[in-house]
């Protein structure tokens, strides 16, 4: 009996957090008392992991609907503006990565110059496609959470931000909650998918927590984010008088 009240109480206190989301509650405070300005800001670190959660549940969203679990969010001045998911199953169309919806919604807001002053957090890193249309927009920084060993445009594959070429460079730091993003993945490649005209059974396969290092080396994205923020923090032509 009164095992029962408690298994009910636990269950109640699990579901009140859950709702409230307390991690991210916690999180967003700390972020909110750490600094109101982008740059420079006194944890980072703490700023980046707040955002790419965010991206990490629409990836959940993505998963909960049988989509390749790919999610985003679009921040300017440490708010969220945009949110996107892979959306290639339901639309049928092979572009529509989650990247591609964040643009489309961001666009249906601001100018595209805004981008500019946009970061990217994506739990993959942006397959060549997405890395060279947010090089055309100019985003600003794109951080993401595991490489993209086959189709990568920032370092899995190419170095589509990096490279010579008329558009501004972008820094595009991975490794932000990689693990996350890595199981995400294999936890999708573990469903069967009902809609194949042939099923595979994958009932007896387990999901591999084993996650290698990542391939992907920051240094060159580390130095260029440096030189963006010291250019940023740099007094305006106007101010400086
Ligand atoms: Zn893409």
Do not use: W
Not at 52 to 73: F, H, K, N, T, Y
Not at 74 to 101: C, P, Q, Y
Request: a neutral charge; aromatic letters at 8%.
């Amino acid at each position: 009996m009164m095992a029962g009240v408690v298994a009910a109480l636990r269950a109640l206190m699990a579901k009140v957090l859950r709702v409230f989301r307390i991690p991210s509650l916690l999180l967003y405070l700390r972020f909110r008392m750490a600094t109101n300005n982008y740059f420079p800001l006194k944890n980072e670190a703490a700023i980046r992991e707040y955002f790419m959660r965010q991206a990490l549940e629409m990836g959940e969203l993505a998963l909960s609907i049988d989509e390749v679990p790919v999610g985003c969010v679009f921040v300017l001045e440490n708010k969220v503006i945009a949110k996107g998911m892979n959306d290639t199953n339901r639309s049928l169309s092979g572009h529509r990565h989650a990247e591609f919806a964040g643009i489309e919604s961001v666009l249906s807001k601001y100018p595209a110059s805004i981008f500019k002053d946009v970061d990217l957090y994506v739990t993959v890193e942006p397959c060549i496609m997405c890395a060279s249309a947010l090089r055309q927009l100019e985003i600003r920084a794109v951080y993401f959470g595991c490489s993209n060993d086959r189709f990568g445009g920032c370092g899995g594959v190419l170095h589509v931000n990096l490279d010579a070429g008329i558009d501004p460079c972008y820094p595009a730091i991975g490794g932000i909650f990689r693990e996350e993003a890595i199981m995400l993945l294999r936890r999708f490649y573990l469903q069967e998918n009902d809609k194949a005209p042939n099923p595979i059974a994958k009932r007896n396969r387990i999901l591999n927590t084993t996650v290698e290092n990542m391939s992907i080396d920051n240094t060159r994205s580390y130095t260029l984010l440096e030189a963006n923020q010291a250019e940023e923090s740099k007094p305006s032509a106007s101010t400086a008088v």
